[in-house]
């Protein structure tokens, strides 16, 4: 049985037409796979896929990409990574406050 021990620190995204500017991340679940061999642990991979450019409204929840594992560049499963909170949309008096705050400095 091979246990992920050592998810990958996820790190804010980046959402386009936003109040935030960046939505925190969370996986779905912890990722376990049960070989029918004996395998060999180095011939493990992770790779990280989000979607590209997300806008906002987004919420807790949604899923903004995966966590892809693959054993010998074949893939053995995946987990979600979701929205770790709701993020709000931009409208116009959100984007005159943040050009005000820029031009006070």
Same mark, same amino acid.
């Given at each position: 049985l091979y246990t992920d021990e050592n998810m990958p620190l996820l790190t804010p995204l980046t959402v386009k037409n936003s109040t935030k500017g960046t939505v925190e991340c969370k996986y779905s679940s912890s990722f376990s796979n049960l070989f029918l061999e004996d395998f060999d642990q180095s011939l !493990?991979?992770?790779?990280? +896929?989000?979607i590209k450019s997300p806008s906002a409204p987004i919420k807790e929840g949604d899923v903004l990409g995966q966590l892809i594992y693959k054993y010998n560049? +074949?893939? !053995?499963g995946t987990v979600d990574i979701l929205a770790a909170e709701n993020i709000e949309k931009s409208d116009f008096k959100d984007y005159l406050y943040m050009l005000w705050k820029e031009l006070a400095g």
């Open positions: !493990i991979s992770k790779d990280l +896929e989000f560049n +074949e893939v !053995i």
